[in-house]
């Protein structure tokens, strides 16, 4: 008889996970608290006013591109992680004496829906913000964040803020305090779902995009890729194009080559990043990302050298052939390894309203909040590597006490550690990992601040 009772109680708790989940999934803004995310720290909301957000979308209209490439002032925008951060925070405070004691604060003016639906009212914005919060948005700006989801969307006056950004092209060069977030990837709901949908990948390497504008994209990556890649065998490579009239195929057949390949390519359209990288995450094909300035989003926490490749752009333009032929070189059990790494790691690339799964937002909160540590620390040594791909830079660059210098030949290309490498350990030790750390130098300052414990560590990460 208690098995059939537990029976009973796994259903009705089902039944009100599913009831929670189809109240989500609305899209509403008042919603219950079970469906706004769980908070890493004390981050809270100023509104600057719904002239600037909720109401700016209610009266935009969807832009038309070409065929089948339309923008829409919904959560499915592309560029638009101001809505999805907005909706996953408590209700918006009104007076600035409320910010008091928050570690963190977002403004939601939705600058990548301006930019795009209502570029008149970004200025405005700006004002509202400024007048409002006074002193506090003057004097302590680091405080504050900001999104600019489209590269072109960072507006003047918001440069000392943290601002959450796809990369630091066009207007947002000039970000003092960048956090790299990815494009939004939010539908159709299999893209999205919990698990794929089965696929044999018959393709070897994909690639389908738009050819950027020669003014914007000077380095023709993308052009020199269709070009000499076309015919290769297993390579199915497509282009796309930007004028006026252009018709593009359906996004669902484009979605499905992605489903159907092992190999993405990742290249740099019009800036440094593409909405290209991310849908491939979320269609489990493995990236082969082309773009030397891209800063990938969550690098201190999710390891990216696990589940995609690299290639500089200079290797592109020059032999894309041999970029080909090097990933045929790559084991089979190393591919097998990689699909499994990225199936792993994509459900924090992942843009859905289940309160009961991972998303891309939580990813986008903790590095908020992670923001408020300061830079990364390893000890007295103030660390300045290539913390994007998880490896010292080639340069081997390295910011000691202030100064750049280099790192010896034999410590290039180590393994880095993060913060969440050594949960096991007191604060005071663990700053000591934070950022970019190699285990070269760890073995130089560990012991001054953590004694005893450094031989353990460096023996369980060895």
Avoid at 45 to 66: E, H, I, V
Avoid at 310 to 334: F, G, H, T, W, Y
């Amino acid at each position: 008889e208690a098995m059939p009772h537990q029976r009973r109680q796994d259903a009705r708790a089902a039944s009100e996970r599913s009831r929670t989940i189809a109240r989500c999934e609305l899209g509403e803004w008042d919603v219950p608290i079970e469906c706004k995310r769980k908070l890493p720290c004390d981050l809270r909301t100023f509104d600057p006013g719904a002239a600037f957000n909720r109401k700016a979308l209610a009266q935009a209209t969807s832009r038309r591109w070409a065929e089948n490439n339309v923008d829409s002032p919904d959560r499915h925008f592309q560029n638009g992680i101001e809505w999805w951060v907005h909706r996953a925070l408590p209700a918006a405070v009104s007076k600035p004496s409320d910010l008091d004691g928050a570690s963190r604060i977002f403004i939601p003016a939705y600058f990548s829906y301006l930019f795009i639906f209502a570029p008149h009212k970004s200025d405005a914005a700006v004002h509202s913000i400024r007048t409002s919060l006074g002193r506090q948005w003057t004097d302590t700006p680091s405080r504050f964040v900001t999104a600019a989801g489209h590269p072109g969307a960072c507006v003047r006056g918001t440069e000392s803020s943290k601002r959450l950004i796809v990369d630091t092209d066009m207007s947002c060069g000039g970000s003092k305090a960048p956090i790299a977030v990815p494009y939004v990837v939010s539908r159709p709901p299999w893209l999205v779902g919990t698990t794929l949908p089965p696929t044999n990948r018959s393709t070897f390497v994909f690639f389908r995009g738009h050819l950027p504008r020669a003014y914007i994209e000077t380095k023709s990556v993308r052009r020199v890729l269709l070009k000499k890649l076309q015919g290769q065998p297993g390579v199915l490579i497509e282009a796309a194009t930007s004028k006026p009239g252009a018709k593009y195929e359906p996004h669902s057949a484009y979605l499905q080559k992605l489903l159907g390949a092992t190999f993405c390519l990742a290249p740099r359209g019009d800036t440094a990043s593409s909405k290209r990288l991310y849908e491939s995450i979320a269609a489990g094909c493995i990236p082969v990302i082309i773009s030397d300035s891209l800063v990938l989003p969550f690098a201190s926490r999710v390891r990216w050298d696990d589940f995609s490749i690299r290639v500089k752009e200079s290797e592109a333009l020059s032999d894309p052939i041999a970029m080909v032929n090097r990933l045929r070189a790559i084991p089979r059990q190393k591919v097998s390894q990689m699909s499994a790494a990225l199936l792993a790691a994509r459900p924090n690339f992942l843009w859905h309203l289940d309160p009961f799964r991972p998303n891309a937002v939580d990813q986008v909160l903790a590095d908020m909040c992670a923001a408020e540590l300061g830079p990364p620390r390893l000890g007295r040594h103030l660390c300045r590597l290539d913390e994007v791909s998880g490896a010292v830079s080639e340069q081997g660059l390295v910011s000691r006490n202030g100064r750049a210098s280099e790192l010896a030949p034999q410590e290039v290309g180590r393994r880095l550690y993060t913060r969440g490498d050594f949960p096991q350990f007191s604060p005071d030790c663990v700053d000591v990992t934070l950022g970019c750390v190699d285990i070269g130098l760890v073995e130089k300052v560990w012991p001054v601040q953590c004694g005893e414990k450094s031989e353990n560590i460096l023996q369980n990460k060895a």
